[in-house]
């Protein structure tokens, strides 16, 4: 079992930033795939990015690309989530799911575990 939980959303203007940490248990954490999903209301999760077990592979969505970045410390069992120049498009609950057997998958089937979410809100 990994739980996993979120931290670091809040209000912000346009244009500013804000860092999402998700903390994991588990002694295994390099082994798992991370990835961020967000779903704003009336629309369908998607996945913003996702980071390998070793830091090797990244993905990042089209409309996040340039402005957020993937990060993980597997000493510290976190991974974090880089948001600059946001946009009121970006206001979500954000999440963050973890997966062993699949690598960066862009499905969220493929995630094993789920944190809780944060939510995210860009002011225009």
């Known amino acids: 079992q990994v739980q996993l939980v979120e931290s670091g959303g809040g209000l912000v203007q346009a244009g500013g930033s804000l860092r999402l940490s998700c903390a994991a248990s588990?002694?295994?954490?390099?082994?798992?795939?991370m990835g961020w999903f967000r779903q704003a209301p009336g629309k369908e999760r998607e996945l913003v990015a996702a980071i390998s077990g070793s830091s090797v592979t990244t993905y990042y969505a089209d409309s996040v690309k340039g402005r957020f970045t993937i990060s993980r410390d597997n000493a510290k069992n976190t991974v974090y989530l880089q948001m600059n120049s946001l946009k009121p498009e970006d206001t979500a609950v954000y999440y963050c799911?973890?997966?062993?057997?699949?690598?960066?998958?862009?499905?969220?089937?493929?995630?094993?575990?789920w944190g809780q979410g944060t939510q995210v809100t860009v002011s225009s």
């Open positions: 588990g002694r295994t954490f390099s082994s798992y795939a």
């Open positions: 799911a973890a997966n062993r057997a699949y690598g960066v998958v862009t499905r969220g089937s493929r995630y094993d575990y």
